[in-house]
Each structure stands twice: as structure tokens, then as C-alpha cells.
């Protein structure tokens, strides 16, 4: 009998696929942290969850311009940016539906809180209605532009009222709380 040393064993057949299998899986799940680490590390970076939300208004309010740019003839630079836009916003309301809303209601801005989600639903009707126009149609970026005026105004509302309020009514614990479920929540959306 000849003994093999481990340099000179070679996996073959099923194993070979078996181990090729897992070192690919592996490699996919560091890629996506790595990729989840990233999109939520901008957020992360500005410290309090207000100041996280803000920098991703920030941010949409980017692609919204970046948007607005183009001609009805770059339709595939504008289906890209809409699909970037599409994902900011998703996660973005994940973060304000799952935590900072619900912030708002156990602290007394029941009524306030409603009326953001309610206007979460009016985003969603137009990121929909935009995905189903061409963007070569002259009313796709005319329905761009009410759709960014009605944001502005909700980002406004959230920005200058109701997350001040809300930053008051917490105090320093409940903020840093706040902000970590935030975190935690704008990662698994990632």
C-alpha cells in the first residue's frame, strides 16, 4: 500500500465539485457583507439616525438630479438610475418603517407617523408608475419631476419637524437606541 502525503492528495470528482461548491458560496457570502457593509456604511459614518436619514436624502435627492440630466434618448442611463433610485428609497423606508416610525408612535407623534407612511405609499405608486412608462415618453420625466417635488416636501416635514421632535422626546438613550435599530435594520435591507 502507498501512502499519499497531504501535498500530494488531490480531491477528484464529486468532492472536487463538493469543495468548488463551497468555496463559492463562501466567496458569495463575503461579497455580499462586504456589499451590505458598504451601502450602510454611509449611513452608519454620520453618527445619529437623523443625521444617517439625512445623508440618504441627501443622497436621493442626487439621483433624482442625476436623473433629471439625461434626454428622453439616454433610456437606458435613465432605466439605471431608476433602478438605483428604486433601491436607495427601499431601503431607506425599510429603515423609517420598521424603526423610526414606530419611534414616533410610542413617543406621541401617532397621527405624524401615519401620514409619512402614508406618503411612503404614494412612492412606491410612483416608482411603479415610472418602471411601467418608456423613458423616452416626454411624461416619464414630467412625472419624475412631481414625483421629486412631493419627496422634497416630505423630506422637509421629516427634516425641520417631525425628527426633532422626535430627537427631543428620546433623549440620549432612546437615540442611540433608535439609531442602532436603524442600523441594524438598514443593513438586512442592504
Known sequence: MKYISASEHQL??????????????LVGLAANFGRKALVQGVTVAQGAWDEGLKAEHRLTLKIFGAIEATDAKQVKKRKALLLQLQHALAKHAIEEENVIYPAMRDHGLGPEADQLVHDHGYV?????????????????????????????????AEEEELFPRLREVLGEK???????????AGFAAA
Open 12 to 25: 477528484t470528482g464529486p468532492a472536487r465539485l463538493v469543495g468548488a461548491a463551497a468555496a463559492g458560496f
Open 124 to 156: 412606491k405608486q410612483y416608482l411603479f408608475d415610472l418602471a411601467e412608462m418608456s423613458p423616452a415618453d416626454p411624461g416619464w420625466i414630467i412625472k419624475l419631476r412631481d414625483f421629486r417635488r412631493d419627496i422634497e416636501k416630505h423630506i422637509r
Open 174 to 184: 432612546g437615540n442611540a437606541h433608535v439609531t442602532s435599530a436603524m442600523n441594524k
